[in-house]
């Protein structure tokens, strides 16, 4: 996927429209299963201000993944942003600008794959789950706490005192 930008190399266009969609099955993120359910969408646009290429574009998927608490899969949608300065990239020495809204380019073609994919992960959140309100599964039985009760009396014991309570014994 890339954009032609010689339509934008004539300064009297102000913008030029970004629109498609990626197409992703899985990303494996140390582990944690990313399935695409649909292609990623994107839609925005390229503008000059300040005498700058600047992009904007939102960002659309929608995935599932397993639960991280109750191991059930479930369906999330991220809307994320993609935004930053298009800077053309001349030489591979010269990029010593570790500014993170750069967006390079090489000559007419700009390729916002990679771009799109960082941000999309960025976007994940940090814990899967299916429900903030998600009860997990039972440490003792393993039934699934959110569609059923269990019997197990599961001790809640602070780990730090683990190690103290194997020195009484058990009556
Ligand atoms: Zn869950
Ligand atoms: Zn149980």
Do not use: W
């Not at 629109?19 to 494996?28: A, K, N, P, S, T």
């Not at 991280?68 to 591979?92: A, Q, Y």
């Amino acid at each position: 996927m890339s954009i032609d930008l010689s339509g934008f190399y004539d300064e009297a266009v102000m913008s030029l429209p970004v629109e498609g969609e990626l197409q992703r099955d899985f990303l494996d993120i140390d582990g944690r299963k990313i399935k695409f359910i649909d292609p990623i969408k994107y839609q925005g646009e390229i503008y000059r201000a300040q005498g700058e290429k600047l992009l904007h574009i939102d960002i659309r998927c929608k995935y599932e993944e397993a639960c991280g608490r109750c191991l059930e899969p479930f369906v999330n949608v991220i809307d994320t942003v993609l935004s930053g300065r298009l800077i053309e990239k001349v030489d591979e020495i010269t990029q010593d600008e570790d500014d993170d809204d750069l967006i390079y380019y090489v000559g007419e073609k700009l390729d916002l794959t990679e771009d799109i994919m960082s941000m999309v992960i960025l976007s994940l959140p940090m814990k899967p789950l299916c429900d903030e309100e998600c009860k997990g599964l039972c440490p003792q039985c393993g039934a699934n706490l959110n569609r059923e009760e269990c019997n197990c009396v599961v001790e809640n014991v602070d780990p730090r005192l683990l190690v103290l309570k194997d020195f009484f014994p058990k009556k």
